[in-house]
């Protein structure tokens, strides 16, 4: 039961970590704007989910790659969106990704080989 829990928990809150991402991508819709250029700065904006998916991906396969692609991840997001500079955007954004990432990296350890 334990293994079960720590094999889904990283999963599920990686999911829910690039969904939340993911809506704010919909700010690119503007008014008086081209259509292209709309979609264009959709696909722009859904980058980062584009890389929390592909971690995800990589950590479903290979835990302990993907729990340090994960923090590496975390990190980009702190430099690159300055979560440093608010303390609530580093908890909500950066810090979750660490977390996930160590979830990651724990289930490496703790795995048996169970069947899913």
Known sequence: MINRFTIWIPRILAIIMGIFISLFAFDAFQENTLFFKQVLGFIIHLVPSFLIFISLLIAWKYYLLGGIIF??????FTVFFHTYKSISSFLILSLSLFIIGALFIICKYRRRDIPL
């Not at 923090?71 to 980009?76: A, K, N, T």
């Open 71 to 76: 923090i590496l991840v975390g990190v980009f």
